[in-house]
């Protein structure tokens, strides 16, 4: 439903040039859940932000194509670049936000937040039916009608992020894009939160996109995952295959980071930065750091290639696709 | 409960601030060089009247009760105290004796509150709407434009707006009558009427003069909000630009500038005394002015007394209803 | 070459000519502001008479240095005491607390409160015009400490808690050296901001004062020109130079004055911001 073709999104300041994405293609299909994993800047949130369409300036997509496919109001299927999405926010694609802290009008109740989001959408013209709808919409999530009343300041943080959810998906979205939805929560309302989102979606049958620099995370609840490094996307694939088979150094690295139950070794952070995002270097970004760089790396960008079914890697270490039955190269 | 806490703290603090205020009052004449009674018995005798030894005693005696200067200074005090409170009376006109004090402020008040009331009001509505404007796009021409403008205007006091205004709506263009005067019975459609004609550039001189603080701290208070997270959250929701403007920014925005009214009262009367001086509008001001240039001590004392009394009443009533805007201050 | 924004160069310069006209210029002034009839009366802006001369028989354009000057030393002397006294008392309120920070804030409370013109026109009009500058600023004094005080006890309250002092305490330093280095630099430039406002509401209220004709009328003030004018109508009879030109100079000088403050205040944020970046 959406798709990306080499997009690149970059930051122009008048200081510098931040190429937060520089080059990503990817796609977002239906009734899935794809999670985008990565660390701090490796532009995991603009990438979301260019998925949702929220292009305010200093952030400009400098080339490539984003693509919204959606069935108007005759059901005939219409494809949209991101202007045209923004007039779909939140019925067609919604946006939950990370941080919920500051992220909610403190001086507005709940309730009238959540209609703030219907206000210029024509499906309902009566308070009543939103506020029906909204209730027990709630109710299904099993979070308090009581919630409504309240202003944010008054509700918990893991409270305020499930708020976020019930305000992100309760017009039903076909896509769901959260943005570190369980960040800066304890573990226990982390997992509270993450069921919650599951059974949103199961519910609705949409795709969620799910941006977290938490791996755990994404071998919990992602059908697919991307991994990201440096802008741009290094391997994408089934999250079960990735996890058992790796194929980037970067993707191994961090699947031996996650603590594993009864294993006792020590763990081992990745040493080395990430190189900037205003001067990336020409090649593998990754190659200052990879255990297994090689001088072809440092020349050139390795292409995003195919090695087995529905399994991509952009490293010089797979060449080609995996014969089945004959291991990696 | 917490709130009766603070409304006593806040009633405790208002009662305080008047009563020091007061003593203030009663003590400054006491401590400076000055003895009302023997000046106007200077007055009186000047006036070329000759007097007996005592009758010159008894004026003398007579003068000093009606100035409540009889008696010790703690006993001065207490009297002057025990009169204000219980008896709400300021004792006897001396310019216009035997008018009480209390009836020419009872004539004056309504017309400086009026006056002020309605022009703060007008002044913090227009001053933060524009400021609003302004601050939520902060890099537009026109938000610069009005900056600067109200830059241009915010230093300048009232009272030279008021008399710029003077010498351009009165003499340059004569619009508007050289002095202060309504005709006809009071709170008929003809005496309002021309109440409010003449009421027009006093009031503009304090509008012009007091808005120009509300649109440059509401401007900067709006591009602050302007920038928070809730503000780009609900342009992600697709909440439209009017919606934002409203509730999310201005109902954040304009709290600091409630809390600052309050604030500010005090600063606002100060400048509409003198420009209520130089229109000869019959309020309070005038009323001091006329005391003091005959020398009315109770006057004096009574309309200095009820300014304050107003200004701290005005300060309390802002600050008492500024937990029904901010759903965080306890309140319940 | 430090880089001064436009506020703030534009309320210097005009700051600048104001203490040329007030402080250089009155000294070579060949009238006595306080003597009438020194020249002929109500002549109009000539070449003798760069604005004309009053209705008193003083040449207007010497008059208005006269005025500035003692505006201004109005305006300084009360802004110097009443920030002294009031960044001392927020200080000590802020850090020390408890009954002291109590008491200070009631009297802060007390002197914002009580408005204080109506206490000026109290004692000018019992002084029967024996007021004298001096008077005036000391009652302005009283009243106008509170604001910066109020100001830098905030500024104590918050630094008490930031987490920079503890930091520093816990690393060792002393507090005396904390205060010295994190806290001053940052109050200074607060307390010279709140400088320049006070010297702007310290004239305003003498010259409100001066306008109803309760301030030290003999002497040459921008507010007591006015009133002369006033009182001599000068309104009336169209004499514009003689109430226009201290108009105008108080339009001026009070707008130089808040670009000065604010321009300093923006300046000082700016630098702040750029250090710690």
């Known amino acids: ?329 | ?332 | 070459m430090v880089k001064l924004n436009a506020r703030l160069k534009t309320g210097g310069v005009l700051l600048l000519l104001f203490v040329v006209v007030g402080v250089i210029l009155p000294r070579f002034s060949p009238y006595d502001p306080r003597s009438w009839n020194a020249v002929p009366r109500n002549l109009p802006p000539s070449q003798a008479h760069w604005l004309g001369t009053t209705s008193v028989g003083q040449d207007t354009f010497w008059l208005l240095t006269f005025a500035v000057q003692n505006s201004l030393f109005v305006g300084v002397v009360v802004a110097f005491f009443a920030t002294t006294i009031g960044v001392f008392a927020g200080l000590v309120g802020g850090f020390l607390g408890s009954a002291i920070d109590r008491g200070l804030t009631l009297l802060m409370d007390v002197f914002i409160s009580v408005p204080s013109l109506p206490i000026l026109i109290l004692v000018a009009s019992l002084l029967q015009g024996k007021t004298s500058l001096l008077t005036i600023s000391l009652v302005l004094i009283i009243f106008n400490w509170p604001w910066p005080a109020r100001q830098v006890r905030s500024i104590a309250l918050s630094m008490r808690e930031r987490d920079f002092i503890n930091t520093a305490r816990f690393s060792g330093s002393g507090t005396l050296s904390i205060v010295v280095r994190e806290i001053f630099p940052y109050v200074l430039t607060w307390s010279l901001a709140n400088f320049v406002n006070t010297v702007l509401v310290a004239i305003a209220t003498e010259s409100g004062l001066a306008v109803i004709g309760l301030s030290s009328v003999e002497q040459a003030t921008l507010g007591t020109m006015i009133y002369w004018g006033l009182q001599y109508q000068a309104l009336l009879a169209h004499r514009w130079w003689w109430i226009g030109t201290p108009v105008i100079a108080i339009i001026l000088l009070f707008i130089a004055l808040f670009l000065a403050s604010t321009g300093f205040a923006d300046f000082s944020a700016e630098r702040r911001g750029r250090k710690r970046a």
């Open chain 2, 1 to 332: 409960m917490r709130f009766a806490r603070y409304l006593f703290s806040r009633l405790a603090t208002y009662f305080l601030v008047i009563w020091i205020g007061m003593t203030i009052v009663f003590f400054v004449p006491r401590f400076l060089p000055s003895d009302p009674v023997t000046a106007a018995l200077g007055r009186v005798m000047s006036s070329g009247s000759t007097m007996r030894p005592e009758q010159v005693q008894a004026m003398r005696s007579t003068l000093m009760q009606l100035y409540g200067l009889e008696g010790t200074l703690p006993e001065q005090y207490v009297n002057f105290m025990k009169r204000a409170i219980f008896a709400g009376s300021f004792g006897p006109s001396l310019a216009f004796y035997p008018t009480p004090v209390n009836a020419l402020i009872a004539k004056s008040l309504p017309w400086t509150l009026f006056l002020l009331l309605t022009s703060t009001v007008i002044a913090w509505v227009i001053g933060n709407l524009i400021g609003l404007l302004a601050g939520y796009q902060s890099d537009k021409t026109y938000s610069k434009l009005l900056e600067g403008f109200a830059v241009f205007l915010y230093p300048i006091p009232y009272y030279i707006l008021a008399l710029v205004l003077i010498i351009l709506f009165v003499y340059v263009i004569p619009i508007f009558p050289v002095s202060f005067s309504v005709q006809g019975t009071p709170l008929s459609p003809e005496f309002i009427s021309r109440a409010i004609f003449n009421s027009v550039l006093p009031a503009l001189s304090i509008i012009v003069g007091a808005s120009g603080w509300w649109v440059l701290s509401m401007k900067a208070l709006s591009a602050g909000i302007a920038e928070e997270d809730y503000v780009s959250f609900a342009r992600l929701k697709g909440v439209g630009e009017p919606t934002i403007m409203g509730r999310y920014v201005m109902r954040n925005a304009v709290l600091p500038q409630i809390t600052q009214l309050a604030l500010n009262i005090g600063t606002i009367f100060n400048g509409a005394l003198i420009t209520e001086i130089l229109f000869g509008y019959p309020g309070l001001g005038t009323l001091a002015y006329t005391a003091v240039v005959q020398s009315d001590y109770n006057l004096l004392m009574g309309t200095i007394s009820i300014g304050i009394i107003a200004v701290a009443t005005a300060a309390l009533v802002v600050d008492l209803l500024y937990p029904l805007f901010d759903p965080r201050i306890e309140y319940r």
């Open chain 1, 1 to 329: 439903m959406l798709r990306l073709r080499d997009i690149k999104a970059y930051y122009q300041t008048p200081g510098a040039v931040v190429k937060a994405v520089d080059g990503v293609t990817l796609d977002v299909g239906e009734n899935e859940i794809l999670g985008i994993a990565g660390e701090s800047g490796c532009g995991k949130s603009t990438l979301l932000k260019v998925l949702y369409g929220s292009l305010e300036p200093p952030l400009k997509i400098v080339a490539g194509k984003v693509e919204a496919e959606l069935k108007n109001e005759r059901g005939k299927p219409v494809t949209l670049g991101p202007r045209e999405i923004r007039k779909h926010w939140w019925r067609f694609i919604s946006y939950i936000p990370q941080g919920s802290m500051s992220v909610l009008n403190p001086v507005v109740r709940i309730e009238q937040q959540f209609l703030d989001a219907v206000s210029r959408k024509q499906q309902f013209t009566n308070k009543r039916e939103i506020h029906e709808r909204i209730s027990s919409y709630l109710k299904e999530l099993q979070l308090s009608i009581e919630v409504l009343n309240a202003y944010p300041h008054q509700l918990s943080g893991g409270m305020r992020q499930r708020v976020l959810v019930a305000l992100g998906t309760f017009l039903h979205p076909e896509i769901v894009l959260a943005d570190e939805p369980t960040t800066a929560l304890d573990v226990v309302t982390q997992k509270g939160v993450l069921l919650m989102l599951a059974q949103a979606r199961e519910q609705m049958k949409n795709s969620l996109v799910i941006v977290s620099h938490d791996i755990g995370l994404h071998y919990q609840i992602a059908h697919r995952i991307a991994i990201m490094y440096n802008g741009k996307i290094v391997e994408v694939g089934p999250t079960e295959r990735v996890f058992e088979m790796p194929l980037h150094p970067y993707t191994q690295m961090l699947i031996q980071s996650l603590p594993r139950v009864g294993d006792h070794k020590h763990r081992q952070g990745i040493s080395g930065r990430p190189p900037s995002l205003i001067d990336p270097p020409a090649g593998c970004r990754f190659a200052a750091r990879c255990p297994f760089v090689m001088d072809s790396c440092r020349e050139e960008m390795p292409p995003l290639l195919e090695i087995e079914p529905d399994h991509f890697v952009a490293c010089y270490l797979h060449r080609e696709p995996i014969q089945p039955g004959k291991g990696v190269r």
